[in-house]
């Protein structure tokens, strides 16, 4: 089993910055894609970003020019940068990381997610 712990939620005004982190750790294991996600109240889950082990990335158009993806291939960490936050940006956000164990056998694990409030 791989492990997803996520960090750097919290409280910021419109138009902050905030850096969302998540650290998978587990038994041996290769992670592929990495992505996260969030949930607004009220709303289902939404894709927000992933990047490939390679480093190619994806984003939501909601996230393009305001969000950065990135990782951490040595750490098995994943990175999300928020930029010009907006109200309708609060949501708790999911890190999402699929890949292979040692064993060959794959997984997809999610983190137990982060909270993001962005309020004047």
Do not use: H
């Not at 996600?37 to 480093?55: C, L, S």
């Not at 994943?78 to 999402?96: H, R």
Request: hydrophobic share 35%; charged share 15%.
């Amino acid at each position: 089993q791989v492990q997803l712990v996520e960090s750097g939620g919290g409280f910021v005004q419109p138009g902050g910055s905030l850096t969302l982190s998540c650290a998978a750790s587990g038994s041996r294991f290769i992670t592929a894609n990495m992505a996260w996600y969030r949930q607004a109240p009220g709303k289902q889950r939404e894709f927000v970003a992933e990047i490939t082990r390679g480093g190619s990335v994806n984003y939501t158009d909601p996230a393009k020019g305001r969000f950065t993806i990135s990782r951490d291939n040595a750490k098995n960490m994943v990175f999300l940068q928020l930029e010009s936050l907006k109200p309708d940006d609060t949501a708790v956000y999911y890190c999402n990381v699929r890949g292979v164990m040692a064993t060959l056998v794959p997984f997809d694990s999610w983190g137990q997610g982060t909270q993001v409030t962005v309020s004047s």
